[in-house]
């Protein structure tokens, strides 16, 4: 049954499906990674961990304000490029984060990327919903779920090498 629902696909398919998979592999990535060095991050600015965590709270507490932005912009503007500047958006400040100066500039960059993380979520899945074929939509559905879990892996396999 799997397979069946995977044949036949156009290239436009795949990669949608490869692109809002990736986008919450990555997600989760950043997110655990951070969470995994908090320890240094609060040695590097001087400050309690309790600090350096509320990075973590404003990231996933400025979400539901990306999903509303970046999902009224899709009904407006496009799925596609909506997704691929929200992408854009969090890539930037996923690396800005990496050259913060000072704890405040990290609480801000940190709550922009939450803001970015939001729309992802909802416009990735909704690109792919109506992209791929209808019988297909709860096999990747769970192929996008899967996307979190892999993240976490791959930040816990980069943590521990690097």
Not at 37 to 46: G, K, L, P, Q
Not at 52 to 68: D, W
Not at 70 to 76: M, Q
Not at 134 to 159: E, N, T
């Amino acid at each position: 049954m799997a397979i069946e629902a995977l044949s036949g696909w156009t290239r436009e398919q795949k990669s949608v499906v490869a692109a809002a998979y990736l986008g919450w592999m990555l997600d989760a990535f950043d997110f655990f990674l951070m969470v995994f060095v908090i320890r240094d991050i609060a040695t590097e600015f001087h400050t309690e961990i309790p600090s350096v965590a509320f990075a973590l709270v404003l990231t996933l507490a400025m979400r539901p304000i990306g999903a509303f932005i970046f999902g009224r912009a899709a009904d407006r503007y496009g799925r596609r490029p909506t997704l691929m500047a929200d992408i854009l958006c969090y890539s930037v400040l996923a690396f800005a984060s990496g050259f913060a100066s000072s704890l405040t500039v990290l609480l801000i960059l940190r709550a922009l990327f939450g803001i970015a993380m939001g729309g992802e979520w909802g416009v990735g899945a909704s690109l792919t919903m109506e992209t791929i074929p209808p019988k297909a939509r709860g096999l990747v559905s769970g192929i996008l779920q899967s996307g979190y879990p892999s993240g976490y892996l791959v930040a816990s396999v980069v943590y521990y090498f690097l």
